[in-house]
């Protein structure tokens, strides 16, 4: 963080015309600006971003990691970018793990026997073939996880029943997945004999919420599973009523070996200054449950929609365009750390890295993480975006998970922050279809993403290098 | 019909007060209507209705025909009416027939194999154990379905994919229905090898939907499934992008012996002419995927609570109200006719019926099927309702498929219209769950049921009889 949240907004604060007048002088020409304003406004009348991701959500569908859909994926990418006119478009060999999701069984032993809708949590080992069956043991929240007693919980199973709070920002989740994440691992150390966690969700349906777990190397290994929104009610209700209530668990969810997969790559070549990169990001690979239409497949499209209407231009900005579409995100971000181990020197030549991968949109806000001296020229980037009812956020953007690697070789990052206020009813399940997806919306976002990158491209200095960091 | 739209309408234009003047002189006591107000607004102030539904779906659950949970139904039926202080409450047997899911397997067999959200149709017989493959033609409505020729799809897979209209009054879905009910055995006398419908309802999640289907006794019985929303999407995508397009089917669905089920009774005895009988009917089973909260849960909470609030009053109403949950609405009426099969003389001592089964409301309309001199006595009650916002429909009411029996014998009906507009969302999906259900809502059915049937149970004249219909 280069510029405390206090000192942004008080710059904030200045008149625009103020940062534009300067900007233009040292960042842009008139014409670099009209441009950006152009292509944002041609977003709005109409694009084919969702052609993008109806395509790939239609004739590829579930594509998770190392599975024959994530394959395809591949071969539809490259023949897609080749197709759209990208140029030197080509493969990057990424190994992925490989896990299968199986089949899996919760049932509620009360008078008779009821079937919640639930799912493995990613990455999560099976059952024994017989499944288990023991007590259940509530908690209301991870805190609450990690203050419990291990001789109350041996041999039990854990429900943590925390719900997912409603945010623009995606704030919610990012508190409450870590009962997903960590949650495994803790409730092995305590001697339980599994986990069943609240879906990390916003969703009524009855569409249990899958995403990866971490197991502890120092913990053992015990199966862990997601329920549906109404079906952790119903669990919920029957713990309030009864003083024991016992589930039945199983799950044929196993590893195998790891497979090979691939990163995908296309470019906008830049007209004067090629070797310097405006990285686009978004993953290809998605969750097995959905279509994967709006993670990350939103995102597929308006990366490779806002590279493609620039590459359409008469006036070709000056840096290339390099879209990169990365391998599973999803399950460990094999594809984002090989894109950073295999950069080597052209990590220096990355002027900065932007990501798609929180749905479909609106964007509402841009944040940075850049050098402080490059802040202007953010706040006039802003000023192209704000007749989209677009924000500028503070200088201490996160960055989404495939452009971290990058973040840590010192690569600056340019958050458009994509509207997360519906995105968790849908993320991570079986309703990641197309028909959630709003072609109109995707257009915004096309246009917000097309006129920044088209602003970074053609920035006549660069956003400065960050301090390199430890790992993303 | 009694009485023509046109003229029910011309009648409905008098000024309110005349009815409800001409309607205290012949049909109630100024008490009476105070009465029912105040039980309409009492309702309005909170009812226990939510805690009946909550309790059924929660402790039971699913309650298919015939399965274990339909039979803890009524063992909760039984228990929970008693606790409620009805009088006379008892179990009527009804032999029902007992058809089993199983699994349903859908695979649009692309690329690579793409599974798509499904489910057998009720009743649909079961593939052979390896499934069958066949290429798709694909038909936009049950009237296209009519006019194919058997030429161009035998042994082929017919896809309808019809969309289910949103209505208040449930139309849409009326009209919809005929591809799952009839389809099967139009498509089975075609040659097809087996249907595919979209689903019919108006969800865009992944929760196909079920009910019944009724093979033709001259036709071959083909399996029939259910896709999805999204998943009917796909498919039509698929067929609209490629010349042939294969399905791989698999159902595991059954049909196994018939099994003992029940309706059960209870009553609010009246005052003065006990053995006249104001019905109240909703059905205790519901389909297998969901919990039933909405179909028929929220009806059983509706009836079960306007009997127990008019129970509650110092001045019980002239007749008794009688609550009928009906034992397997879904699968084939038997409940309700097996009701009517044993109603013997009695049948004349129902003086009028009710049924709630089309989800938690709120009441939007009455309508009646009633003679035509006890019009008035329904437009003084609707005047009583009016506060509720509820509408005043024609005289030419259809009943609920369970008290169709009971009008075939000449009970007259009336009609309080549970709005329908976002039932077929989740009506015989797994997403008929509590937490569809408004507390709120449930209060305002209640307050119109209460008020309603305390009105029918204090009239001083009775309804008229209908002439005898043959069959429901």
């Not at 919306?441 to 602003?455: E, F, I, K, M, T």
Request: hydrophobic content about 45%; overall charge negative; proline content about 4%.
């Amino acid at each position: 963080m280069f510029i405390a949240r206090g000192a942004a907004a008080a710059l904030m604060s200045f008149g625009a015309c103020l940062w534009i007048s300067t900007a233009l002088a040292a960042d842009w020409t008139e014409q670099d600006l009209n441009d950006a304003a152009a292509l944002r406004d041609r977003a709005l009348s109409g694009t084919a971003a969702f052609e993008h991701v109806e395509s790939l959500a239609t004739q590829v569908g579930p594509r998770f990691a190392g599975s024959p859909g994530d394959a395809a994926a591949v071969r539809w990418a490259l023949d897609r970018m080749g197709k759209l006119g990208f140029s030197n478009v080509r493969s990057q060999d990424v190994l992925v793990p490989r896990w299968v999701r199986g089949n899996a069984e919760v049932v509620l032993l009360s008078t008779t026997p009821q079937f919640l809708a639930a799912t493995s949590i990613g990455g999560s080992v099976g059952t024994r073939e017989e499944g288990l069956e023991a007590v259940v043991v509530q908690v209301d929240s991870f805190d609450a996880l990690q203050n419990l007693d291990a001789n109350t919980v041996a041999n039990k199973i854990i429900f943590i029943d925390q719900r997912t709070e409603r945010t623009r920002d995606g704030g919610g989740y990012g508190h409450a997945v870590r009962a997903r994440v960590q949650g495994p691992s803790i409730a092995g150390k305590l001697g339980a004999s599994a986990l069943v966690i609240r879906s990390i969700g916003t969703s009524d349906d009855r569409v249990p919420h899958t995403g990866a777990l971490v197991y502890s190397i120092d913990a053992p290994r015990i199966p862990a599973f997601a329920l549906a929104g109404p079906d952790a009610d119903i669990l919920s209700r029957h713990l309030k009523a009864n003083k024991t209530v016992r589930l039945r668990l199983k799950s044929t969810a196993r590893e195998l070996p790891p497979v090979w997969s691939a990163n995908v790559v296309g470019e906008i070549p830049g007209r004067e200054r090629a070797s310097e990169i405006v990285l686009l990001g978004a993953h290809l690979d998605s969750w097995d449950l959905g279509q994967g239409a709006l993670d990350d497949g939103a995102g597929v499209a308006i990366v490779m929609e806002a590279a493609r209407l620039i590459g359409k231009l008469e006036r070709k900005p000056a840096r290339t365009i390099r879209v990169v579409l990365f391998a599973n995100e999803e399950f460990g971000l094999s594809g984002a750390r090989e894109y950073a181990a295999q950069i080597g020197e052209e990590a220096g030549r990355h002027v900065i890295a932007m990501e798609a991968d929180t749905g479909q949109g609106p964007v509402w806000r841009i944040e940075s993480q850049v050098a402080g001296d490059a802040l202007p020229a953010i706040a006039a980037m802003h000023e192209v975006l704000k007749p989209l009812s677009i924000e500028l956020g503070a200088n201490d953007a996160g960055g989404g998970a495939d452009i971290r690697p990058l973040r840590a070789l010192g690569v600056p990052i340019l958050d458009l922050s994509l509207d997360a206020t519906l995105y968790f009813d849908v993320h991570h399940t079986a309703n990641d279809t197309l028909l959630k997806i709003d072609p109109k919306v995707l257009d915004q976002s096309v246009g917000a993403y097309a006129a920044a990158a088209y602003l970074a491209a053609t920035k006549q200095g660069d956003f400065g290098r960050l301090p390199p960091a430890g790992g993303e």
